[in-house]
């Protein structure tokens, strides 16, 4: 499915059954399952990428009779390298890094929302993305590119994201070596 044109997000508040949920949505739909994880306090959260209407009807299905959904995340044709994020691949080179940009989220959707912005947005590249790992919820994007993309792309996120959605964004010129090895 690399020619995926959407991403979704759905979280769950029982971890049984989300599973049974996603299984359920997996063979009933051609979607594939791109993430998954277990959060605290036992939630589940998880995203399938494909074709925007077969996404669309996971997701309604998903939200039928289901007494354990809590919320999901919808978005047609996300950036190319939001996708290989989400599935965990990065193509970044150490060599190559320019500027860090840090962006951080009060939850895991709103970070799929400031990276696909920030990609869409400015010539950076996606470097790494840490969602709701043990952070209560929260996330954070990190970018690279020249001084001047990322600022461009942090500040079309800015203009992007809900009110209340964004806790912080930073940006570190010209990042150490060690820096980047603890970001990546």
Same mark, same amino acid.
């Not at 991403?7 to 979607?31: C, H, N, Q, Y």
């Not at 919808?74 to 060599?95: I, K, Q, S, T």
């Not at 020249?146 to 800015?158: F, P, Q, Y």
């Given at each position: 499915?690399?020619?995926?044109?959407?991403?979704?997000?759905?979280?769950?508040?029982?971890?049984?059954?989300?599973?049974?949920?996603?299984?359920?949505?997996?063979?009933?739909? /051609? $979607? #594939? *399952?791109?993430? %998954?994880?277990? @959060?605290?306090?036992?939630?589940?959260?998880? !995203?399938?990428?494909?074709?925007? =209407?077969?996404?669309?009807?996971?997701?309604?299905?998903?939200?039928?009779?289901?007494?354990?959904?809590?919320?999901?995340?919808?978005?047609?044709?996300?950036?190319?390298?939001?996708?290989?994020?989400?599935?965990?691949?990065? /193509? $970044? #080179? *150490?060599?190559? %890094?320019?500027? @860090?940009?840090?962006?951080?989220?009060?939850? !895991?959707?709103?970070?799929?929302? =400031?990276?696909?912005?920030?990609?869409?947005?400015?010539?950076?590249?996606?470097?790494?993305?840490?969602?709701?790992?043990?952070?209560?919820?929260?996330?954070?994007?990190?970018?690279?590119?020249?001084?001047?993309?990322?600022?461009?792309?942090?500040?079309?996120?800015?203009?992007? @994201?809900?009110?209340?959605?964004?806790?912080?964004?930073?940006?570190?010129?010209?990042?150490?070596?060690?820096?980047?090895?603890?970001?990546?």
């Amino acid at each position: 499915m690399d020619e995926a044109k959407a991403l979704a997000m759905m979280e769950f508040k029982s971890i049984g059954w989300g599973l049974a949920t996603l299984d359920r949505l997996l063979k009933g739909f /051609p $979607v #594939e *399952l791109i993430f %998954l994880r277990i @959060l605290c306090p036992g939630k589940l959260l998880a !995203a399938v990428t494909g074709e925007i =209407a077969a996404v669309r009807g996971a997701l309604q299905r998903a939200r039928e009779n289901n007494l354990t959904y809590i919320d999901d995340f919808f978005l047609g044709n996300p950036h190319p390298g939001l996708l290989a994020a989400v599935r965990d691949v990065w /193509p $970044v #080179e *150490l060599e190559r %890094l320019g500027a @860090l940009g840090i962006i951080e989220t009060f939850t !895991a959707s709103s970070a799929l929302v =400031a990276a696909d912005t920030a990609c869409k947005a400015g010539a950076v590249t996606l470097a790494n993305l840490h969602m709701a790992r043990g952070l209560a919820g929260k996330a954070h994007v990190y970018l690279t590119g020249s001084v001047g993309a990322v600022e461009v792309a942090l500040e079309a996120v800015e203009g992007q @994201l809900e009110p209340g959605s964004l806790s912080r964004q930073t940006i570190i010129p010209s990042p150490d070596m060690e820096t980047w090895r603890a970001v990546l």
